[in-house]
């Protein structure tokens, strides 16, 4: 089994995307919990960190909300440079930057343990 | 002269100075130096060589004797290995020295060619003579080994040779000697020449230096009063400017400056500068006089002016355009929420207040607490609406029943004055039966007398009847008597006939009488008979008198029990009489009493009516104004339960304090923790709930969905501002959140509309 990194209790991950999904921004924390560096990500898009066990409907639901301009909540498992994996109870914004193009920015924190266990089950019959 | 040259030219003034003295110093030492030079040149070049390679001539010749004297030694025996040995190294040895003494003429000559010095010039070709001699001289000595070893080969006598050969040898090494003596003293001249020139090469250059210095210092100083002046009027110059710019001083000065270098130059461009300064001072302060009137009448509230004057100054005007957009922002917003207040001034409670993209904080604070305000207006209007009609509904029953009531109430006034009448009557007949029932115990006394005597008369019937019964049974025993006597006398007529019959025609006669005889004799048993019954009869009579008389008797005694009993019974009817007298007094007294509140009904009920018709008027007036505000129709649907109008409304407001709350403790570097969706009066209430039937709809779900959400975001923003992000990554968190908000307030109306839905069906089922 791949190993867990489990978030700090006040863990802070924030990445963002452009339009098309891919990362124009990561802060410290995102990088180092994704053990890429920010030079890897950026441009990528940010699909490179979804880990398999999400069902593919988790992010449809995701892009169609998001895209509608309404915020998205979930939890997210994702996967690691090394193989290892994490969760996070994310939080994505859309929003349109000073160029008005639009954008789109995680929140991510730590998420409990039982979310988790709900998520999982919930991911499984998805799948 | 001096102040009119530019910097740079006073400065090359020095600067060229100084390189005349330096030039000056370079040639006198370099010419110093070159006769050093030259005078080292000759020693290490052609002196050291030459004195190098007499030396090792001196060494080869020295070496040429060692070996002509092992030589000597070995030619015992010119076949040996060691004289051949010798042979050869003699041979190696005579071409080095040749050719060493070829390179000291080559010296030699080279150091004549070169030397300028005639006296030098002398000694070098003695020099060389003695040189030619030494070759001379070699070459004869190699003659002489060689005559040496053809002898000593030949066997011959070689004593004269060896003299010979030790002669030759000798008088080289004088030669060597004298070389070497002759180089000493070369290198000795050579050493005092350079010596002497060096001693000559310092006192110039010591000489050289010094003016230079003096001239130097003299000139530096001059120069450097002179731009020391300059700058420290440009200094006092540029010092009021920027007590000019920083505002200590008023009054603006150009610099006093004569002198034509850079630093006057850079004085006049300061004044320059000055001069463009005190205008763009002029018009940046014209411009921060207008900002300061703008911003004052923005601060009472009086938006209409933006500051127009641009400055020269790109970062004051972007300020300034920074300020009119704050202006602007501040005035539309501002505008909004006044229009909404003022519709809800106005009584316009429908009036949808819109909602202001890119707001957050405090304005939108203000905005959903004006939305929280008009929304619970309208369920307060919604429910007085409700309320209001039902008790218009409730005033016309009021207003109708009181009519009835008082109907009624007349009609119960007549009905009791009727029965007051009664009672009178019935008062009247009690006291009469009162005295009819003392007449009735006197007449009940007189019957029990009647019935004593009619009990002494009934025992004597009794006797009588005992007496009667007696005879009446003598009787019987008469009649028995005649009875037997019949029927022995019918026996008899029977005998008779029978004889008559026997005594044929004469008894003939005879049996008519004995049939005569016999029809008496049935006769008076007949007649017995009747006699029997009649004297049973009379007996069971008599019996029957008896039993009469007992029961009269005891019909007198039961007479007598019931008049004491009646008597008893009329005292108490007596009694019951005075007592019905009283209460039928207290009855007329309530009747009358009766009578008085069936009249203050009767009066209350017009007051009800009226009272009714005052409420009637009241709602119809409640209602005329309800119906002059414009409210939102829809709020009916969700004002069933009061008490969640003002629950839910303290939730609302709940929210909009909470992220104000939480916004005002955002700061860099501070970890914010936010209560969590569960811990605020919404979530507690939730949690209470959720097995109510409206917890388990789509609306209910949305709201939880929500309401999370905005947790979740006010949470997301602080850490934005922890670690210190955008503002345009701040405000797209805040601006979602904004949208969730109303998102939250509208699910709670949601809410509401569905809980009401599902009272209103079960209300409808039960």
């Given at each position: 089994?791949?190993?867990?990194?489990?978030?700090?209790?006040?863990?802070?991950?924030?990445?963002?995307?452009?339009?098309?999904?891919?990362?124009?921004?990561?802060?410290?924390?995102?990088?180092?919990?994704?053990?890429?560096?920010?030079?890897?990500?950026?441009?990528?898009?940010?699909?490179?960190?979804?880990?398999?066990?999400?069902?593919?409907?988790?992010?449809?639901?995701?892009?169609?909300?998001?895209?509608?301009?309404?915020?998205?909540?979930?939890?997210?498992?994702?996967?690691?440079?090394?193989?290892?994996?994490?969760?996070?109870?994310?939080?994505?914004?859309?929003?349109?930057?000073?160029?008005?193009?639009?954008?789109?920015?995680?929140?991510?924190?730590?998420?409990?343990?039982?979310?988790?266990?709900?998520?999982?089950?919930?991911?499984?019959?998805?799948? | 002269?001096?102040?009119?040259?530019?910097?740079?030219?006073?400065?090359?003034?020095?600067?060229?100075?100084?390189?005349l003295s330096l030039i000056i110093i370079t040639v006198v030492t370099y010419r110093g130096l070159a006769s050093i030079g030259s005078e080292l040149?000759?020693?290490?070049?052609?002196?050291?060589?030459?004195?190098?390679?007499?030396?090792?001539?001196?060494?080869?010749?020295?070496?040429?004797?060692?070996?002509?004297?092992?030589?000597?030694?070995?030619?015992?025996?010119?076949?040996?290995?060691?004289?051949?040995?010798?042979?050869?190294?003699?041979?190696?040895?005579?071409?080095?020295?040749?050719?060493?003494?070829?390179?000291?003429?080559?010296?030699?000559?080279?150091?004549?060619?070169?030397?300028?010095?005639?006296?030098?010039?002398?000694?070098?070709?003695?020099?060389?003579?003695?040189?030619?001699?030494?070759?001379?001289?070699?070459?004869?000595?190699?003659?002489?080994?060689?005559?040496?070893?053809?002898?000593?080969?030949?066997?011959?006598?070689?004593?004269?040779?060896?003299?010979?050969?030790?002669?030759?040898?000798?008088?080289?090494?004088?030669?060597?000697?004298?070389?070497?003596?002759?180089?000493?003293?070369?290198?000795?001249?050579?050493?005092?020449?350079?010596?002497?020139?060096?001693?000559?090469?310092?006192?110039?250059?010591?000489?050289?230096?010094?003016?230079?210095?003096?001239?130097?210092?003299?000139?530096?100083?001059?120069?450097?009063?002179?731009?020391?002046?300059?700058?420290?009027?440009?200094?006092?110059?540029?010092?009021?400017?920027?007590?000019?710019?920083?505002?200590?001083?008023?009054?603006?000065?150009?610099?006093?400056?004569?002198?034509?270098?850079?630093?006057?130059?850079?004085?006049?461009?300061?004044?320059?500068?000055?001069?463009?300064?005190?205008?763009?001072?002029?018009?940046?302060?014209?411009?921060?006089?207008?900002?300061?009137?703008?911003?004052?009448?923005?601060?009472?509230?009086?938006?209409?002016?933006?500051?127009?004057?641009?400055?020269?100054?790109?970062?004051?005007?972007?300020?300034?355009?920074?300020?009119?957009?704050?202006?602007?922002?501040?005035?539309?917003?501002?505008?909004?929420?006044?229009?909404?207040?003022?519709?809800?001034?106005?009584?316009?409670?429908?009036?949808?207040?819109?909602?202001?993209?890119?707001?957050?904080?405090?304005?939108?604070?203000?905005?959903?607490?004006?939305?929280?305000?008009?929304?619970?207006?309208?369920?307060?209007?919604?429910?007085?609406?409700?309320?209001?009609?039902?008790?218009?509904?409730?005033?016309?029953?009021?207003?109708?029943?009181?009519?009835?009531?008082?109907?009624?109430?007349?009609?119960?006034?007549?009905?009791?004055?009727?029965?007051?009448?009664?009672?009178?009557?019935?008062?009247?007949?009690?006291?009469?039966?009162?005295?009819?029932?003392?007449?009735?115990?006197?007449?009940?006394?007189?019957?029990?007398?009647?019935?004593?005597?009619?009990?002494?008369?009934?025992?004597?019937?009794?006797?009588?009847?005992?007496?009667?019964?007696?005879?009446?049974?003598?009787?019987?025993?008469?009649?028995?008597?005649?009875?037997?006597?019949?029927?022995?006398?019918?026996?008899?007529?029977?005998?008779?006939?029978?004889?008559?019959?026997?005594?044929?025609?004469?008894?003939?006669?005879?049996?008519?009488?004995?049939?005569?005889?016999?029809?008496?004799?049935?006769?008076?048993?007949?007649?017995?008979?009747?006699?029997?019954?009649?004297?049973?009869?009379?007996?069971?009579?008599?019996?029957?008198?008896?039993?009469?008389?007992?029961?009269?008797?005891?019909?007198?005694?039961?007479?007598?029990?019931?008049?004491?009993?009646?008597?008893?019974?009329?005292?108490?009817?007596?009694?019951?009489?005075?007592?019905?007298?009283?209460?039928?007094?207290?009855?007329?007294?309530?009747?009358?009493?009766?009578?008085?509140?069936?009249?203050?009904?009767?009066?209350?009920?017009?007051?009800?009516?009226?009272?009714?018709?005052?409420?009637?008027?009241?709602?119809?007036?409640?209602?005329?104004?309800?119906?002059?505000?414009?409210?939102?129709?829809?709020?009916?649907?969700?004002?069933?339960?009061?008490?969640?109008?003002?629950?839910?409304?303290?939730?609302?407001?709940?929210?909009?304090?909470?992220?104000?709350?939480?916004?005002?403790?955002?700061?860099?570097?501070?970890?914010?923790?936010?209560?969590?969706?569960?811990?605020?009066?919404?979530?507690?209430?939730?949690?209470?709930?959720?097995?109510?039937?409206?917890?388990?709809?789509?609306?209910?779900?949305?709201?939880?969905?929500?309401?999370?959400?905005?947790?979740?975001?006010?949470?997301?923003?602080?850490?934005?501002?922890?670690?210190?992000?955008?503002?345009?990554?701040?405000?797209?968190?805040?601006?979602?959140?904004?949208?969730?908000?109303?998102?939250?307030?509208?699910?709670?109306?949601?809410?509401?509309?569905?809980?009401?839905?599902?009272?209103?069906?079960?209300?409808?089922?039960?």
């Open positions: 089994m791949s190993r867990e990194t489990v978030l700090k209790d006040n863990a802070f991950l924030v990445s963002e995307t452009d339009s098309k999904g891919n990362i124009i921004f990561a802060n410290e924390e995102f990088c180092n919990v994704a053990e890429y560096t920010l030079e890897e990500l950026l441009g990528q898009p940010h699909n490179m960190v979804r880990h398999p066990d999400m069902p593919h409907a988790a992010f449809k639901d995701l892009w169609e909300t998001v895209k509608s301009n309404e915020v998205w909540q979930g939890y997210v498992k994702n996967k690691t440079k090394n193989g290892g994996f994490y969760w996070v109870h994310a939080t994505v914004y859309p929003y349109k930057n000073s160029n008005g193009e639009q954008c789109y920015m995680s929140c991510r924190r730590k998420p409990s343990y039982q979310a988790i266990e709900d998520a999982q089950a919930l991911y499984r019959t998805m799948r | 002269m001096l102040q009119k040259l530019a910097l740079g030219k006073k400065l090359s003034l020095i600067a060229g100075l100084g390189m040149e000759e020693i290490a070049e052609y002196q050291i060589p030459l004195n190098k390679t007499i030396t090792e001539l001196g060494i080869d010749i020295l070496e040429e004797e060692i070996i002509t004297l092992e030589l000597v030694i070995a030619s015992k025996d010119v076949h040996s290995s060691q004289f051949k040995q010798l042979e050869e190294d003699i041979d190696k040895l005579e071409h080095a020295t040749d050719k060493k003494l070829k390179e000291a003429e080559h010296l030699a000559k080279r150091a004549i060619d070169h030397s300028h010095d005639p006296k030098v010039k002398v000694q070098y070709e003695s020099f060389l003579q003695n040189l030619l001699t030494l070759e001379k001289e070699q070459a004869s000595f190699e003659k002489l080994i060689q005559t040496y070893e053809k002898h000593v080969e030949a066997g011959k006598d070689t004593t004269h040779d060896f003299e010979e050969l030790h002669h030759e040898l000798k008088s080289m090494d004088k030669l060597v000697v004298s070389l070497a003596l002759k180089m000493e003293n070369l290198l000795e001249a050579s050493t005092l020449q350079a010596e002497h020139d060096e001693e000559d090469i310092i006192k110039k250059f010591l000489i050289v230096v010094g003016v230079s210095f003096v001239l130097l210092t003299l000139l530096s100083m001059l120069i450097i009063g002179n731009v020391l002046s300059s700058i420290k009027s440009l200094n006092s110059g540029l010092k009021k400017m920027f007590g000019f710019l920083n505002e200590e001083t008023d009054t603006l000065e150009l610099i006093k400056s004569t002198s034509g270098d850079e630093i006057g130059q850079l004085a006049k461009i300061v004044n320059e500068n000055i001069l463009k300064l005190k205008s763009d001072v002029e018009i940046d302060r014209k411009v921060m006089d207008e900002a300061r009137i703008v911003i004052g009448k923005v601060n009472v509230g009086l938006f209409n002016e933006r500051i127009e004057s641009k400055s020269s100054s790109a970062s004051l005007n972007s300020l300034i355009s920074e300020i009119n957009n704050m202006i602007d922002t501040s005035y539309s917003n501002l505008t909004i929420l006044s229009e909404s207040l003022l519709s809800l001034g106005n009584a316009q409670y429908d009036k949808e207040i819109p909602r202001v993209e890119g707001i957050t904080g405090l304005t939108a604070a203000l905005l959903s607490g004006t939305k929280v305000t008009q929304s619970t207006i309208n369920d307060v209007i919604a429910l007085i609406d409700n309320s209001n009609k039902r008790l218009s509904f409730s005033a016309q029953d009021l207003s109708d029943s009181a009519v009835r009531l008082s109907n009624s109430s007349n009609e119960q006034a007549a009905a009791l004055e009727q029965t007051a009448a009664a009672i009178e009557e019935v008062t009247a007949t009690i006291s009469h039966s009162s005295e009819s029932s003392a007449k009735m115990a006197q007449y009940a006394k007189n019957v029990t007398n009647s019935s004593k005597v009619g009990v002494e008369l009934a025992n004597k019937t009794s006797v009588s009847m005992d007496d009667l019964s007696k005879e009446v049974n003598t009787i019987n025993e008469a009649i028995t008597i005649i009875d037997q006597i019949a029927f022995q006398t019918n026996i008899l007529s029977l005998n008779a006939a029978v004889e008559a019959a026997t005594a044929g025609e004469a008894g003939k006669g005879f049996a008519v009488v004995a049939q005569e005889v016999r029809n008496l004799a049935a006769r008076s048993a007949e007649a017995a008979n009747e006699i029997k019954s009649l004297v049973e009869s009379a007996n069971s009579k008599a019996m029957e008198g008896k039993t009469v008389a007992a029961q009269m008797i005891e019909g007198f005694n039961e007479l007598d029990e019931n008049i004491t009993t009646t008597i008893t019974l009329i005292d108490d009817v007596a009694n019951s009489s005075k007592e019905q007298e009283k209460v039928m007094v207290q009855i007329n007294e309530t009747v009358n009493s009766l009578d008085q509140a069936t009249q203050n009904n009767a009066n209350l009920s017009n007051n009800i009516s009226s009272m009714a018709k005052t409420t009637q008027d009241l709602t119809a007036q409640l209602q005329g104004v309800i119906d002059s505000t414009s409210f939102d129709e829809n709020s009916k649907k969700r004002v069933c339960d009061t008490s969640k109008i003002f629950d839910f409304a303290q939730f609302k407001a709940e929210h909009v304090v909470f992220k104000n709350d939480y916004f005002a403790k955002c700061q860099a570097g501070k970890d914010v923790h936010v209560q969590g969706s569960h811990e605020c009066g919404l979530g507690k209430w939730m949690k209470e709930n959720e097995n109510e039937a409206y917890a388990q709809t789509p609306q209910w779900e949305e709201l939880k969905s929500v309401h999370d959400r905005v947790h979740h975001m006010v949470q997301d923003v602080t850490n934005l501002y922890r670690d210190d992000y955008d503002n345009g990554q701040i405000i797209s968190v805040t601006e979602n959140l904004e949208k969730n908000i109303d998102k939250v307030f509208k699910a709670l109306d949601d809410l509401r509309e569905v809980n009401c839905d599902i009272e209103f069906k079960n209300r409808g089922a039960s």
